[in-house]
């Protein structure tokens, strides 16, 4: 897919449209991936990419540098939260498997991100929640997978959303609360 | 919890949190009045708040791992760095002072993290950084330094501007239309130094522009768009990309990606003076970016005076002031065609000055006589096709046949141009990237003037059917672009119908001309598959049926026609196409069967590859239909006959690609008939033979859809035997690996909607899988929550695919149900989960 037409993607995710979302996952989580198992296969040992660099790199291959619109960015942090948050329980997914199977992958692109959930927190668990919280505050809850599964600050998150940074520290803080509990404890009313 | 509830649980959690928490008990009082569930509900998540902090914190969240910025860094070059003053799309700007503390002068420094370090980037920056210290102007931020990281990054250091960015700058003032002007030739004048040293800007913009408190307007990153860009003539391939724009101030041969001149720079400083003056930019703000390139590629932009807003202070004073010259002015540094424009900046400086003097102005409004004729331009500027065949169309116009007369001597040349361009220029730039909608803007051109000139003559049934061809032809690219946006479907099927409308008359007329009875059942047959391809299934068997009742007589009563057989034979495979895609197989069992008798006799009549090979076709399709329906047996001989035809032609050909793909088939359906005969290790055995012949054809050919859906359908069907087997890890990996392909093929330009289905019916075929795996953790319970989550995640994907094709008319109607089949399958899982 040409730089332009992921730029396009972009611009219609920022519109609002889901379909967009869903063609423009695959393309980050695709190029992620290629890039991590290039990384890992040590094709260019000279050349160490730290993980932000990764997902730079992803970005100005897919998008290219003809975009230098920061909100084009601010949409691509935005697929890249929900890609991870797939990867992410995904990766939980298969580390239960492999315990429960005793066999362990290879190297997977979750080892190469070093991305690993506070062990306090059984990821599954959070994302069942999150989905349910989903559910009940779709907006909530795609502020909790923008900060917590893709690292967005406030600002970012707030852009991404075409919401105010006000709000999203709102709904930040408050949904941190309902996901303890909902987590923790019985199902409230 | 209603979500009702949840929000006023929310707005009173939300107030309590910026509260101080001595304030707090006073607080809760007060918000949830005498609501006592309210209040205990907020207290109970009020109470969680520590263990928040501890556990949900956004610092210590996977996200912030990988979203980790490297720390600012503490030097750059012999240059400390005092805090980040910017970000953008090549890098980060940081404020930076000398850090020997030699003299304490301010600098940017401008840390470029848009291109890869590489030695052949270290180079060309180095190069580029000695012509920009050249420049030395009053209008522009100097370049004083420039280097490379120790990690190889490339960093300049530029004057550091204490200023407004130029907009600002205006509105503060707040600054009339002479001090704008005022302000905006001291820019140009930047401009103009840098043009005379070669160097463009690319991407002037009012935020690249800072003005200082004393006036002065300076320029930022100058060159730097061509040093990211890299695209001087002489320069080696970078791997660098485009080079950046901003689409708002881009001139049309910017956005169409066209080489960068001094016009461009020229066009963009006319946007930012129309700005400057209007108050806004000549078309209208849009995020979305095809909108924004059609304006500046097509639309004409309003007079100047016209976009000032009419609620504005003093509007109509500033109207009246920038009618005339300036609108004039204006229009000319905006026109599309870069030789319309001044050809320097000076110039169009110049004629401000001369504007500002009061002496007449060079720009000149546009004749009646340039705007009629970019009216009908107008429509071929927005396809950027090979150059060639823009050429050509714009050659069109000008040959002014429209207006030709009807002479004898003339109608022969537009006929014969026409058919040049229809039948030999067509084919000729067919294999141009990009050309594709130019043809069909060629071809549609062509066929205007091929059917005025059939109105004109009459009756003359040669250009009738070269006409029909012709709307045949068009139909197809059409339907070429159909695949990339289906708006264009009905422009196709129309043309097809057009086209075999008129050769099946013609063909009627003269029931002895055998050339046109085949070329009218072949473009009959083309049409019907066009329809099911735009899922009018209903219409396809009609028309098939139809082709099938003209096609008989003539094979009938000549058996050692050729062309005649085969005619019969293509339009019974097109008819049990059709019946296969409505699943009504025993019908289609008869027409295929009658297939296979022709092309036995076809074999015998003419045997030659292409012989062989439909034959093979004939009976693997057969044997399929067999399969289908339960005749295990039958199914299977049809196959090993197949496959022994095919093996012949890999024998005979071992580079032969398509013999490959078609023994895989081969093997892969035998593959699926031994597994409904439950012999699983036959069957995983010839799958795996399967997968291995399909990698090796898409391997030799990386654009070859139909091989690398093939291995996308090997790999799922691999699955599915281990699946069978129990063996559902083999079976999870396996169609991972196929929804991975079937991911990328359905999002490549041609693919099509069994694409789509096959991506949906692998991942059901996940759905299921996880659920036998919840089954086989009857003990672990968190275990088998997550599978059977997993499960309804997959059929859940499912059923927004298959639901995406049905609204859009493409999924046959006998699979309907399948959608809110996958969707009570997800509501199942989700059940089972809880």
Known sequence: MAPQDVAQLLVRIGEGDKAALDEMTPLVYDELRRLAQRLLAAERPDHTLQPTALVHEAYLRLVGQRSVDWRNRAHFLGVAATMMRRVLINHAKARNAAKREGFSNAVTLEDAFGIFPSPAIDVLALNYSLDELDKLDPQQGKVVELRYFGGLSIEETAECLGISPATVKREWGTARLWLLRHMEGPAQP | ?834
């Open chain 2, 1 to 834: 919890m209603t979500a009702a509830r949840w929000g006023e649980v929310k707005t009173v959690l939300a107030s309590l949190l910026e509260t101080d928490p001595s304030q707090r008990a006073a607080e809760l009082d007060r918000l949830c009045g005498s609501d006592s569930e309210l209040r205990s509900s907020v207290e109970s998540l009020l109470a969680l708040e520590q263990k928040a902090d501890a556990l949900l914190d956004s610092a210590g969240a996977p996200g912030a791992a990988w979203r980790a910025e490297a720390p600012a860094p503490e030097t750059i070059g012999a240059y400390r760095v005092v805090k980040e003053i910017g970000r953008g799309g090549m890098g980060v700007v940081y404020l930076g002072e000398r850090a020997d503390g030699q003299y304490r002068k301010q600098v940017a420094i401008k840390l470029i993290t848009a291109a890869h370090p590489d030695a052949q980037t270290g180079r060309r920056f180095e190069r580029e950084r000695q012509i920009l210290a050249q420049l030395e102007h009053p209008g522009i931020a100097r370049l004083l330094d420039g280097g490379a990281t120790a990690g190889g990054q490339p960093y300049f250091i530029m004057e550091y501007v204490d200023g407004l960015p130029l907009l600002e700058f205006c509105r503060r003032g707040p600054l009339g239309v002479s001090e704008r002007l005022l302000l905006f030739l001291q820019i140009a004048d930047a401009v103009a130094y840098a043009h005379r040293r070669l160097i463009v800007h690319r991407d002037l913009k009012p935020g690249n522009i800072l003005v200082t408190a004393e006036g002065q307007a300076k320029l930022l990153d100058f060159g730097l768009g061509q040093i990211i860009g890299g695209q001087q003539p002489g320069d080696e391939i970078t791997q660098a990309g485009p080079a950046p724009m901003t689409p708002a101030y881009a001139s049309p041969e910017q956005i169409r990606g066209e080489s960068y001149t001094v016009a461009g720079d020229v066009y963009s400083l006319g946007v930012i003076l129309f700005e400057l003056l209007a108050g806004r930019r000549p078309y209208p703000a849009t995020t979305n970016y095809l909108d924004l390139a059609r304006a500046i590629c097509d639309a004409d932009a309003p007079p100047l005076a016209d976009a000032v807003d009419a609620n504005a202070p003093h509007a109509a004073s500033l109207r009246r002031r920038l009618r005339g010259d300036l609108e004039t002015i204006v229009a000319k540094a905006l026109e599309k065609d870069p030789r319309r424009r001044y050809p320097t900046v000076d110039e169009f400086a110049a004629d401000l000055r001369r504007f500002q003097e009061g002496r007449p102005v060079m720009a000149r409004k546009p004749t009646w006589r340039y705007r009629a004729a970019r009216m009908v331009a107008r429509h071929r500027i927005a396809v950027p096709a090979g150059a060639l065949a823009l050429l050509l169309i714009v050659g069109f116009a000008a040959f002014g046949w429209w207006e030709a007369r009807r002479s004898e001597r003339r109608f022969n040349q537009v006929r014969g141009l026409a058919h040049a361009v229809m039948f030999e220029l067509y084919d000729a730039i067919a294999p141009l990237p990009g050309s594709t909608a130019a043809r069909a803007l060629l071809g549609r051109r062509a066929l205007e003037y091929l059917e005025n000139l059939s109105q004109e003559a009459g009756g003359n049934r040669s250009l009738q059917r070269e006409v029909a061809l012709g709307y045949a032809r068009i139909g197809e690219v059409e339907g070429d672009l159909a695949q990339a946006n289906l708006g264009r479907v009905p422009d196709s099927l129309e043309s097809l119908r057009k086209g075999a409308g008129i050769l099946e008359r013609l063909a009627a007329g003269s029931p002895g001309d055998r050339g046109l009875r085949h070329e009218s059942l072949r473009a009959a047959i083309d049409l019907a598959r066009a329809y099911g391809q735009a899922g009018q299934f209903d219409a396809e068997i009609a028309l098939a049926r139809r082709t099938v009742a003209s096609a008989e007589p003539a094979a009938g009563a000549q058996p050692g026609d050729a062309v005649a057989t085969s005619d019969l034979e293509a339009a019974l495979a097109a008819l049990a196409d059709a019946l296969i895609n409505q699943k009504r197989y025993p019908e289609a069992i008869a027409s295929r069967e009658r297939v296979q008798d022709l092309a036995r006799r076809l074999v015998s009549l003419h045997d030659s590859q292409e012989a062989q090979r439909s034959l093979a076709l004939a009976e693997k399709r057969l044997a399929a239909l067999y399969g289908v329906t339960g005749r295990l047996d039958d199914c299977r001989r049809e196959y090993e006959l197949a496959r022994t035809i095919d093996e012949q032609r890999c024998a005979r050909n071992p580079q032969d690609m398509r013999a490959k793909i078609d023994l895989s088939f081969d093997l892969s359906d035998l593959g699926w008939a031994a597994g409904a005969m439950n012999r699983l290790d036959d069957a995983l055995e010839f799958h795996r033979k399967a997968l291995d012949l399909r990698q090796q054809a898409a391997q030799a050919d990386p654009q070859d859809f139909r091989a690398a859906g093939a291995v996308a359908a090997s790999m799922r069907k691999i699955g599915l035997v281990f699946k069978k087997m129990a063996k559902p890890r083999e079976a999870l990996a396996e169609f991972e690996q196929a929804v991975q392909r079937y991911g990328e093929l359905s999002r490549r330009p041609g693919a099509g909607w069994a694409t789509v289905r096959s991506l949906a019916e692998t991942r059901s075929d996940i759905a299921e899988t996880w659920t036998d795996l919840a089954q086989a953790h009857a003990t672990a319970a968190a275990q088998r929550r997550a599978d059977y989550l997993a499960a309804a995640g997959e059929y859940e994907q499912a059923r927004a695919l298959l639901a995406g094709l049905r609204d859009q008319g493409k999924l046959p109607k006998s699979e309907w149900p399948n959608v809110d089949g996958m969707a009570s399958l997800a509501q199942k899982a989700r059940r089972n989960a809880q």
